[in-house]
């Protein structure tokens, strides 16, 4: 997509806390045929159904918070103009956006801002019929179950939801383990889709995600929204697709969400595509739980020329890749890349939502089936409209040449990492014979996105890249390698609260990357931190030396996944990837917060509006894009909860 010069789109939404909420455009959806929107009508509206899993999977108490703040916030008839109530919007603005009470990056509960004597005055003052009581409950109670987690730092302090009963993590991993064959070529990915609970008499045993069983009351629409999706199906493959993942939510089988996973990659000729499931599992510290997700989007059929021609030639990039022969697919199968417009996001997609995405996770399936590589064009194109004259790259990037540089090329080189990272990078290289998918345990998704974004540095700089006509010129990749570069050593600090460290996986991947490349290029100078007035800037002094560095890193990453060399991974992610120069930061916070801009972004939906004729039939659906952010989130409440909302027991 390329953005016209007069774009007169309104994107920005709202701004609060440390986040900037923008709305994103989905052009070409008029054009569509009208099976096709009711198609994505149904899939958007499946996606939308699943919101209370996630924030439900982050923390048990999330949904009791969350529907007890928009009680008081739609019912309080007082004064909304102090101090106090504008702090518990705010809150509650975060609550929405991060699908919990936990920051959706660092993971550490955010403060309330307001005295919880402020809060308990505010719920006495409207009807406890508003509020999530059980029978017999009263506000006291809900009070006393509630403030503590709210209020108190040390009370739940990390979110996670996905293990009960005090299970440790070697408890769980011993569980798991006990599970897998070694011998399997196939694995399942065990307990994906579950919380691991320890029962009286300290058993333990799985509660699936399925109907009929936990989180049945939002399964249950999700697949009714999907039955009701299948008359639309573009053809039959995709009507099998949905078959089998109703039977999936259905059953709680992970060998049927294999089965759905491998059709679903196969499927390249679809227009309308979607994403709904237990799909990630960077939440969970162990790496083995998945939170829930959707998007649901259609094909970029321009943008998607520049995908085809990396997917068509998965095969070279494979064979010249810098890594050890061994850890190289001998055959690359069933690689299929394309650009995408998203319509809706939902789940662990929304607000924030990722700019990229391959799947399936599943090594097995990526090895003997493939993988499907999607580039988000419309989201990475509201970010570049949105960031346009904000000042940023004039207070990080050193010098001019660097931002005439940026100017020309940022947004395409960008968007090309993205397609190789996702179309390349994740589905390269290969696991060798008895090694175990989860060896490196709680830090494999950090370097599972180290190994994707070397790869497509990596490549970036590659002659390929202008004889494929991807980029118009050979010195165009120096964009990205100065942005990554200034973002992991610099940039990306602004989103770190002082005396923090690194948390979040892709940070902390680039982070990793970054620092290696500083470090083990100190002696060529190859990356220098330069003062000037008192500011620190990144400066690269030589680029092919830098893409070199890239390949000696992703050598060795991809030898650490491929051999399970768990304790070798760990010594890059914790010299790496985590801490911070204190200094460093508190200098980079407080030039960022001087542009008065959000570290943060996330995004609103559009609005599907039906039209229907007087025999109640659907003629047409178009997308509606002025609902605001708190008018949706109190939409998508209303009409969007399943589960119960009441406090644990």
Partial sequence: MKAPDNDTFDYAVDRFADIQILRYRAPGFDTLSLKQKQLIYHLSEAALMGRDILFDQKCRY?????????????????????????????????????????????????????PAEYL?????????????????????????????????????????????????????????????????????????????????????????????????????PIVAELKEALPYAENKTQENIIRHLIRYYETGNLRTFDAYNILWVQDTVSEVDFVNGFIETYGDPLGIKASWESTVNFIDKEATRRTEIISTNAQWFEDHSPVDERFRKKEVKGVSAKVITVVMLGGDCYPATPIGINLPNADWIRRDHGSKSVTIENITHAYDQASQGNGFNEEFVWSDAELESIRRYGFLTNNLHTDLHECLGHGSGILLAGVDPDALKSHSSTLEETRADLFGLYYMADNQMTRLGLLPDPEAYKAEYYQYIMNGLLTQLVRIEPGKDIEEAHMRNRQLIARWAYEHGQDEQVIELKKRNNKTYVVINDYPRLRTLFATLLAEVQRIKSEGDYQAGKRLVETYAIKVDPALHAEIRERYAALKLSPYRGFVNPVMKVTKNSQGETVDIHLDYTESYTGQMLRYSRNYSFLPAYCPE
Wanted: hydrophobic letters at 35%.
């Fill in 120 to 220: 308990d005055a505010l719920l006495r003052s409207i009807s406890p019929s508003a509020l999530p009581l059980r029978k017999e409950e009263t506000i006291d109670d809900l009070i006393g179950k509630l403030f503590p987690v709210i209020f108190h730092p040390d009370v739940l302090p990390r979110d996670n939801n996905y293990y009960a009963g005090g299970i440790t993590p070697q408890e769980a991993e011993n569980f798991y383990a006990q599970q897998k064959d070694p011998a399997d070529p196939t694995p399942i990915s065990y307990g994906l889709n579950s919380r691991l609970e320890k029962q009286a008499g300290g058993r333990i045993a799985e509660n699936v995600w399925k109907t009929g069983g936990l989180y049945t009351e939002a399964l249950e």
């Fill in 62 to 114: 999330n949904l009791a918070i969350r529907h007890t703040l928009e009680a008081v916030y739609t019912h309080y008839a007082g004064d909304r103009e102090n101090k106090n109530f504008q702090s518990l919007e705010t809150y509650l603005k975060r609550i929405w956006f991060s699908n919990g009470i936990h920051h959706h990056y660092g993971n550490e509960k955010f403060a309330p801002g307001f």
